[in-house]
């Protein structure tokens, strides 16, 4: 570190500034000892103050350890003399309304609006990620952040006539502040809040939020340990947690399989994993297995083959799991939902885009009167 003297926006920059560091910490440069948060920074839940300017995050499994001047794994989390802070409270790096269906959530109002948001950064390195250019980069690359605070998302969702607000495109566990105080703000006005999420965050944040939250989508990116550490940067153990916590806490959940060729496509795999689903959380539970298209680190790799993603459905189907899905193949015949005990045709949905809805408001099939699983009014 150098005694050249430091102004306090050169020292702001320092922490904006730093490149990743040996155990999934950035480091900053000279000065790094001499700033105080600006004010647009918000504190963190779940740290602790470990002494000596350090702090520990508890909030993912990652539970990054950093000194004063660094940042987590995510990007967004800088420890500034002894305090962990947020760098994207209230600051989104895009916005969008998306029907409910592109998220993908199912058998959640079908046909819903959804307004929604994402920020820079995340805790996961996917190789195979498909919002690389906002989930791996530092709030600061952000060419256009958008000042978007929670008192004021339930106003913009109901100018754009959406009843939902979607927390997605990157992981939202790295923006849970900024989450949490936006689902509970909205809940009081009668917005409903989905967690669109790779499902890497610990016990006590997710039981803190869940209550703000109707419904979760979790990746199940693959099921072995080999295939989270070597594309992922991450563990299968704690997603698994985080979805039987989310199924015994009475939120809908929904699981998606991004099927990437050579990569996570094994039938035995799809069947340990369709096993695996059908003990911690039942039958009823929809599993989406979707088509991956060439992006990130993995644009060498072709898209996805229709058949194997037949083939993955035919496997979690003969493991017993009732409601499983085709993604990202338009017009395919497996994107609709069927009664699981009559057969009939009950959501005809083309693109993401929802043509026809045969399941009762209390979610019952209009033609056998069989319980549909999900939220439907």
């Known amino acids: 570190m150098t005694s050249d003297p430091i102004n306090r926006r050169d020292a ?39 002494g000596d300017g350090r702090v520990q995050c508890r909030l993912c499994p990652h539970q990054c350890v950093l000194g004063d001047g660094q940042r987590g794994v ?30 993908p959530l199912f058998h959640f109002l079908p046909g819903s609006r959804a307004f929604s948001l994402g ?10 990620c498909q ?68 499902g890497y965050i610990n016990r006590e944040p997710m039981l803190q939020l869940a209550p703000h939250l109707d419904a979760v989508k979790i990746d199940l990116k693959g099921f072995t340990e080999d295939f989270y550490r070597e594309y992922c940067s991450a563990e299968l153990e704690p997603i698994k947690q985080t979805i039987k916590r989310v199924h015994a806490l009475g939120k809908w959940l929904e699981i998606v399989c991004l099927i990437v060729p050579t990569i996570n496509d094994d039938e035995g795999s799809v069947r340990s994993m369709s096993d695996w689903l059908l003990r911690a959380v039942g039958p009823e539970v929809p599993v989406h297995f979707t088509r991956f298209m060439p992006a990130h680190k993995l644009t060498h790799l072709p ?10 459905r035919n496997v979690a189907r003969a493991q017993g799991l009732k409601y499983v899905y085709i993604g990202n193949a338009p017009g395919h015949n497996a994107e609709n939902t069927f009664c699981a005990s009559c057969g009939q045709l009950v959501v005809r949905r083309l693109a993401y885009r929802v043509q026809e809805v045969h399941v009762k408001p209390g979610g019952a099939c209009r033609f056998c009167g069989n319980p549909i699983p999900g939220v439907w009014s």
């Open 119 to 128: 920020t820079a950064g995340c805790n996961l390195a996917c190789k195979d």
């Open 303 to 312: 898209p996805t083959p229709i058949p194997t993603l037949e083939r993955c």
């Open 12 to 50: 702001i920059r320092a922490l904006l500034g730093g490149g990743l560091a040996l155990g999934g910490a950035c480091l900053f440069g000279a000065g790094e000892q001499a700033f105080g948060a600006p004010a647009s920074w918000h504190e963190a839940m779940f740290y602790e103050r470990l």
């Open 74 to 103: 995510c990007r967004v989390r800088a420890n500034s003399a002894g305090t962990l802070y947020t760098l994207v409270y209230g600051q989104a790096a895009t916005l969008n309304v998306d029907p409910i269906e592109k998220k």
């Open 131 to 198: 919002n690389w250019d906002i989930s791996q980069v530092r709030p600061e690359d952000i060419a256009r952040p958008i000042d978007l605070p929670p008192e004021t998302i339930a106003a913009k969702a109901a100018e754009y006539k959406a009843s939902i607000i979607a927390y997605t495109y990157n992981e939202p566990t790295v923006f849970y502040e900024y989450m949490h105080d936006t689902a509970k703000a909205c809940r009081e006005r009668g917005l409903r809040s989905v967690m669109i999420s790779a």
